[in-house]
């Protein structure tokens, strides 16, 4: 893996995360799932991560739309839209529904970028769905998330502490819940403008859904399945005094080491949260990742 040096850099703790039309546009059966689609061009499908709603693109939204055709996932239970399954599947239900949504709309390949969860799910939809995914960007996302604490962890050890989290997420008010929420923001986000907005997508999710989520991300491992993906695959991580930029060069290359060819594009300065707190650089990446055949350094 190259690490490409972008001028700027990022992370602080993932522990802590032309002319529009509307998704159901073309969808006279009203099958589709409802994803919001803007812009003309070749198709490039953007997934928010745990508790975001589709808005988290809007800085890239105009820009990205003048050049593809892009869907907004909106994943179910997350950010005001209703749950529509179990929670204990809501990561496999995920998945399924953006396949469906493409199958839906006819759509045999697409380009593709998702942050935290929505990284992790693009990295599920590459080596399940081989030919669905042309190219993949991963916005500051693991293979598998508790490396963030331990190059050694597995699933099995952290299992237990999972079903702590969920079970403590599940027991708490309203008011603890959201309280947890507006102290954990600041770990994700450093622009301060952010900190209530990023808080009240969380609390406007479905509890259970959101806390299926994170246990699913929690004991999920896909490094098993990286070496199945030949999409050209760019990852663009945050760095920032918490956690410099050697340590997330490590972090990351490690995590990725089974994916062929995969670049690695540090962000400095900037938390979870790049696109809030590094909107320049993030744009200049993503577009730049979008553009890389793999063959070439992005943004070279």
Same mark, same amino acid.
């Given at each position: ?28 059966? !009203? ?34 739309? #003048? ?17 529509? !399954? ?74 237990? #502490? ?18 947890? #929420? ?63 930029? !050697? ?54």
């Amino acid at each position: 893996m190259r690490i490409l040096d972008i001028g700027l850099a990022a992370l602080a703790g993932l522990a802590g995360f032309a002319a529009a039309t509307s998704a159901s546009a073309n969808d006279t059966a !009203g099958t589709c799932p409802p994803y919001e689609s803007v812009g003309t061009g070749p198709d490039l499908v953007l997934v928010p991560g745990l508790g975001s709603p589709p808005t988290v693109w809007d800085g890239v939204k105009d820009k990205l739309s #003048q050049d593809y055709t892009v869907h907004f996932v909106h994943v179910g239970g997350f950010a005001g839209r209703s749950a529509n !399954g179990s929670p204990d599947t809501i990561v496999e239900r995920a998945a399924d529904e953006i396949i469906a949504y493409l199958d839906c709309k006819g759509i045999e390949g697409t380009a593709y970028a998702g942050h935290s969860m929505g990284g992790f799910l693009g990295l599920k939809l590459a080596s399940e769905h081989p030919g669905r995914i042309s190219q993949l960007v991963i916005v500051d996302s693991l293979p598998f998330f508790p490396l963030i604490f331990s190059p050694l962890a597995t699933a099995d050890q952290v299992r237990p #502490q999972a079903d702590n989290i969920r079970a403590q997420m599940l027991s708490q008010s309203d008011e603890a819940f959201a309280a947890s #929420q507006q102290a954990g923001v600041r770990s994700l986000v450093s622009n301060p403008d952010y900190h209530q907005t990023v808080a009240d997508w969380s609390i406007a999710s479905d509890r259970a859904s959101f806390a299926g989520a994170m246990h699913a991300l929690m004991t999920t491992d896909l490094r098993p399945s990286l070496s199945a993906i030949s999409t050209p695959t760019t990852i663009i991580a945050a760095a920032n005094s918490f956690a410099p930029r !050697g340590r997330i060069a490590n972090l990351y290359n490690g995590a990725y080491s089974d994916l062929p060819g995969a670049q690695l594009r540090i962000i400095e300065d900037s938390f979870h949260f790049i696109m809030f707190d590094q909107p320049e650089a993030f744009g200049e990446a993503l577009t730049a990742a979008l553009k890389s055949d793999g063959s070439a350094p992005a943004g070279d």
